[in-house]
């Protein structure tokens, strides 16, 4: 379910009516995802100020995504994450495009809530991962964070290893009631993670996507056609990223490591851009802390959502025996490490 804020009719026309995108055809709103309200608009074309690629020239059947920002995004970040997906596109990512309305502004409000149109991306993410997605994913994860360089602005990441402990404190009451003993898990997981983080400067820094789960990225006759959801991007360490790629992409769905897609989806990144002997070094312990973070906001999210709330809550425990197999690795205590591409 992710149409938290309903859009009426009048409010819709009267916010459309400041763009230069045609005629309104069609509007529905999208059940998936968890953060915010999507829906999708299909508009007779258009030109317009700022928008590019499907509102160009005047092209007859234009589709746009309208997003309400909700829950966690702090409107404050709107601008930032809004830049960043102008400067990829601009910089040959495929991701959405914001679309500007005549005033030049991108960022608007409809039905009390900040609102934003982008251009709508073709593809579709895969339901059923396999290795043959996961060389393209890193390589297109790779492109991100090169076309990411120049974009100067700065957004320290709100849930990098400083907010891990406060996140498990406000669980430490009701984690227990999701499986006996996690507290104490993740506290000992959390001793182990934070003295062994990189030191700041020790790794390669830039603009990070922070949660390039399948559900985020397009695929298109075998490739990827395009990544979404740029709502918890930030400025962090590059190869933090990777490490949530592989969480994401190379566990099966019993939370077994595969490790033929690892190899792949390095060897992908690595084909666009190689990483350093640190960065390698450092991936076991960035998966485990990738894994804590995954790990605690979903575990927030289960203990603290009231029953009824409108908000989609994902399954904490999937992301245990990743962090049990990064600590393991990070330990030096998995057989075949090797052979895991990291
Ligand atoms: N630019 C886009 N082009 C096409 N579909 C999109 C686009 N942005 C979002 N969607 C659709 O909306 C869904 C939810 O988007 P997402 O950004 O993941 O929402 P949330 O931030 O709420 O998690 C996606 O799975 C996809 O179907
Ligand atoms: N990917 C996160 C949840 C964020 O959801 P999204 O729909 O914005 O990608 C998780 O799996 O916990």
């Not at 009516?17 to 968890?34: H, K, M, P, Q």
């Not at 915010?36 to 690629?53: E, K, P, Y």
């Not at 360089?149 to 320290?156: F, K, L, N, S, T």
């Not at 490490?243 to 990144?269: E, H, K, P, T, V």
């Amino acid at each position: 379910m992710a149409v938290y804020t309903d859009v009426s009719d009048e409010a819709l026309r009267a916010f459309l009516s400041a763009y230069d995108i045609g005629a309104l055809t069609a509007f529905r709103g999208i059940a998936e995802g968890v953060e915010n309200s999507n829906f999708v608009l299909r508009t007779t074309g258009g030109t317009t100020g700022g928008a590019a690629g499907n509102a160009k020239g005047g092209v007859a059947g234009s589709d746009f995504i309208l997003t309400l920002y909700e829950r966690r995004v702090n409107p404050e970040d709107l601008p930032w994450f809004l830049g960043l997906m102008g400067y990829l596109s601009d910089h040959g990512l495929s991701c959405p495009r914001p679309v500007a309305a005549r005033d030049g502004a991108a960022l608007r409000v409809l039905a009390g809530r900040p609102a934003a149109i982008t251009t709508f991306l073709p593809g579709v993410w895969p339901r059923a991962v396999t290795e043959a997605h996961c060389g393209p994913v890193g390589a297109a994860l790779a492109r991100l964070h090169l076309a990411g360089q120049g974009y100067d602005a700065v957004r320290p990441n709100a849930l990098g290893p400083g907010s891990w402990p406060g996140l498990l404190d406000s669980c430490r009451r009701d984690g227990d009631s999701v499986q006996p003993g996690l507290v104490a898990e993740l506290d000992a997981a959390l001793a182990e993670i934070l003295p062994a983080w990189p030191a700041p400067g020790a790794l390669p820094r830039g603009q990070i996507h922070a949660d390039l789960f399948p559900d985020n990225v397009f695929f298109l006759d075998g490739a990827v056609s395009g990544i979404i959801d740029f709502y918890f991007a930030c400025t962090d360490i590059l190869a933090y990223d990777v490490a949530i790629c592989l969480n994401a992409w190379c566990f099966d769905a019993q939370g077994r490591f595969d490790a033929a897609r690892s190899r792949a989806l390095i060897a992908g990144y690595e084909s666009v851009r190689p990483l350093g002997e640190a960065e390698r070094a450092a991936l076991p312990v960035l998966a485990a802390g990738a894994a804590m973070r995954f790990l605690l906001t979903r575990l927030y999210d289960w203990v603290n959502t009231p029953a009824g709330a409108m908000v989609t809550r994902k399954d904490p425990l999937d992301y245990l025996p990743r962090l049990r197999f990064h600590r393991a690795a990070s330990a030096g205590a998995l057989p075949g490490a090797a052979d895991h591409g990291f």
